[in-house]
């Protein structure tokens, strides 16, 4: 599966582990700069605080003047002139140097101003020390404890997929459904499988053994009633052929027969469909090379029975010489629908049969369908009965659904007054490169 669930949890660990990760390095260095900020002002004033004191117990108090701090004082009337002149615009409170890394604390008390610019290289190296720890180790922490949870519910999650994969790959209308359901014994299930994937791996096995004997049920009834209906069709046939060669027989009842041998031909045509269908499980004794042209040209020539009454020319027009690996059958039973179509109702004009490489197109100059109609014309049961015409044998619906069978593509286009064309895709498929 393109996307099972092992790569879907995957994605959504590293996902999480990726936003994890951001939100606490963003807190991390937030709260280094919150803590740095805090941590220099409290050693600004507690440095004013020390010089104060000290001045209150001698005025001649050194300024604090160290390496990393600068003290500057004014007394009441002095001029700013006697300080730099990078800090002689500074009120009261904590600034920073412009274009420097250094803070000033201003303070000013009845006995002066008091200037102190500090640097903090210890304290910024501290805060960058401890921040950049804190975020390799929670990262650490992070992907450790992302990767093991992964792992975990990868093990979990083993069997699910598995299933799910077992479960794609099957086809209810394979005979060998017994297998599927021996496929999903829960001792063949692998990975960590709990309570649940036992249960629904017990689901599948009855599930699997339920569509088998319903396939199988469905196949032996369609096989057992088209081979029980053929014995009473051969009779019907073989009857109306004798009595339509009677001479005594009425026009009358000549048509009456003829109908009779239409609905005949339309319910073995039925039955073969279904045969056909019945061993939709794959039975390679239905597959043969076989020339499209001549199985046409037995259709053709069948249809051209039906137009004897009729002032309709069929003609075929082969321009390629196709061969296909499939039921030569199945191709014969589409084709004698559609000419059966075609013949029905098309008057006067022309039924033509063309043969391409990929496709045979079976087109008519009859009545034509319109859109509403043209719309249900693959759907089950339905036939439109407005033109009081015949038709009533095997529907749209299992010609299209024989042609599936074999992966054949039918497509119809149709319009009233202009007629209708219908067109036969096959698909490349078989051995040695056959159509």
């Known amino acids: 599966m393109p996307q099972g669930l092992p790569r879907k949890l995957r994605y959504a660990f590293i996902l999480q582990a990726v936003l994890m990760s951001l939100a606490i390095a963003v807190g991390i260095v937030v709260a280094g700069a919150v803590i740095r900020e805090l941590a220099t002002e409290r050693r600004l004033h507690a440095e004013a605080g020390h010089y104060w004191s000290g001045r209150a117990r001698d005025p001649a108090f050194p300024l604090p003047t160290t390496s990393t701090v600068s003290g500057y004082f004014l007394a009441p009337g002095d001029s700013p002139a006697r300080l730099p002149a990078a800090l002689r615009?500074?009120?009261?409170?904590?600034?920073?140097?412009?274009?420097?890394?250094?803070?000033?604390?201003?303070?000013?008390?009845?006995?002066?101003?008091?200037?102190?610019?500090?640097?903090?290289?210890?304290?910024?190296?501290?805060?960058?020390?401890?921040?950049?720890t804190s975020i390799l180790l929670s990262l650490l922490a992070v992907c450790g404890a992302t990767w093991l949870t992964y792992r975990t519910s990868k093990r979990l999650v083993t069997p699910v997929n598995w299933l799910a994969e077992q479960v794609s790959r099957w086809q209810p209308g394979d005979p060998d459904t017994g297998a599927m359901a021996n496929l999903l014994a829960s001792e063949r299930i692998p990975g960590e499988e709990g309570s649940e994937v036992q249960k629904l791996g017990r689901a599948l096995r009855g599930l699997a053994e339920r569509v088998q004997?319903?396939?199988?049920?469905e196949r032996d009834f369609t096989r057992d009633a088209s081979h029980e209906l053929r014995t009473p069709l051969t009779v019907i046939r073989v009857a109306t052929d004798m009595m339509l060669a009677d001479a005594e027989v009425s026009p009358r009842q000549q048509r009456a027969l003829a109908r009779m041998q239409r609905a005949g031909r339309d319910m073995e045509a039925v039955i073969e469909a279904f045969l056909i269908l019945a061993r939709e499980g794959g039975d390679g004794a239905l597959l043969e090379?076989?020339?499209?042209?001549?199985?046409?040209?037995?259709?053709?020539?069948?249809?051209?029975?039906?137009?004897?009454?009729?002032?309709?020319?069929?003609?075929?027009?082969?321009?390629?010489?196709?061969?296909?690996?499939?039921?030569?059958?199945?191709?014969?039973?589409i084709l004698d629908k559609l000419l059966d179509n075609a013949c029905t109702f098309t008057d006067q004009g022309r039924v033509e049969v063309i043969v391409e490489s990929d496709r045979i197109i079976v087109q008519d100059t009859g009545i034509g369908m319109s859109p509403e109609i043209l719309s249900k014309a693959y759907d089950p049961f339905y036939r439109a009965d407005i033109f009081g015409r015949g038709g009533k044998g095997m529907g749209l619906s299992i010609v299209r659904r024989l042609g599936e069978r074999f992966g054949w593509q039918?497509?119809?286009?149709?319009?009233?007054?202009?007629?209708?064309?219908?067109?036969?895709?096959?698909?490349?498929?078989?051995?040695?490169?056959?159509?």
Do not use: C, W
């Open 410 to 435: 039918m497509t119809l286009d149709s319009a009233p007054g202009v007629g209708t064309t219908a067109t036969v895709g096959f698909a490349r498929r078989g051995p040695e490169g056959h159509a």
């Open 213 to 217: 004997d319903f396939v199988r049920r």
């Open 289 to 333: 090379d076989f020339d499209v042209n001549a199985v046409v040209d037995e259709e053709a020539e069948k249809a051209r029975m039906r137009l004897r009454d009729k002032p309709v020319e069929l003609v075929v027009t082969a321009y390629a010489a196709p061969r296909l690996y499939a039921s030569p059958r199945a191709l014969a039973v």
């Open 89 to 132: 615009g500074f009120r009261p409170g904590i600034s920073r140097l412009p274009g420097t890394s250094y803070k000033v604390l201003v303070e000013q008390r009845p006995q002066g101003r008091l200037y102190v610019v500090m640097s903090f290289p210890v304290t910024d190296t501290t805060v960058f020390s401890i921040g950049a």
